[in-house]
């Protein structure tokens, strides 16, 4: 069987793989980790999520990027009148 190299760390995998099986499951920790964060404070932004989970910006802008994650608007406040 022939195996490609893991652009995260360089070990082995089998052909057409995106990661090997530490990265992979890394990723899905990752995920599941902000994915549980965002669920206990759903009006977090990326720096807020960052901070509380020591998962880097840009991978939290890559899973909002590609439908992993959503953005959800929150309504307007009302103002007090």
Known sequence: ?????????GSPMGRGEYSCQVCG???IQDYQ?????VRSYPNSNA??????TGISV???LR???NGSLT???SPPRRGRS
């Open 71 to 73: 953005v959800v608007d």
């Open 47 to 52: 720096m807020q999520i960052a901070n509380a």
């Open 33 to 37: 980790m902000i994915r549980n964060y």
């Open 25 to 27: 499951e890394n990723e």
């Open 63 to 65: 899973y909002i990027r």
């Open 1 to 9: 069987m022939t195996t490609d190299t893991c652009l995260k760390c």
């Open 58 to 60: 840009s991978k939290i």
